[in-house]
């Protein structure tokens, strides 16, 4: 099942390659053997698609977009100030910075798990609450 404008009730969702925007480049790149990026699959945690359900449609897009775009193939590479790896919690690794939102993921072996979506007034009291300590 994918994810798209409506969002299921089911606790766990697998989001499919290209249920955001289409392809990607790398679908379209044909395989000489050559391994240039890890595509991994995007998990959303039930309390992450509780949280893109409140967003508007606009700002679910955007966050949808960004998540595509920068966890499918190189999620834990820090790309200037959007990607942050954070330091002392074991849980989440890192912070992808979305506008005035900011999603919690962690990585584990093929895999995204995106934890939550929050506003950027929210994150220290989210952190504090379910951000657990190395």
């Known amino acids: 099942m994918s994810l798209w404008l409506g969002l299921p009730s089911e606790c766990r969702l697998a989001v499919r390659p290209g249920?955001?925007?289409?392809?990607?480049?790398?679908?379209?790149?044909?395989?000489?053997?050559?391994?240039?990026?890890?595509?991994?699959?995007?998990?959303?945690?039930?309390?992450?698609?509780?949280?893109?359900?409140r967003l508007s449609a606009r700002d679910r897009s955007i966050v949808r977009d960004a998540i595509e775009r920068c966890l499918r193939h190189d999620a834990d590479q820090a790309r200037g100030s959007r990607v942050k790896r954070?330091?002392?919690?074991?849980?989440?690794?890192?912070?992808?910075?979305?506008?005035?939102?900011?999603?919690?993921?962690?990585?584990?072996?093929?895999?995204?798990?995106?934890?939550?979506?929050?506003?950027?007034?929210?994150?220290s009291a989210w952190l504090d609450e379910m951000g657990k300590v190395e």
Do not use: H, W
């Open 19 to 53: 249920a955001f925007c289409g392809s990607s480049f790398l679908d379209r790149v044909p395989d000489y053997g050559y391994n240039i990026a890890m595509r991994r699959e995007i998990v959303f945690a039930p309390e992450a698609v509780q949280d893109l359900k």
């Open 86 to 123: 954070l330091r002392g919690l074991s849980q989440p690794q890192y912070r992808l910075r979305v506008e005035e939102f900011r999603v919690f993921y962690d990585i584990a072996d093929d895999a995204v798990e995106v934890l939550a979506v929050v506003l950027k007034s929210e994150t």
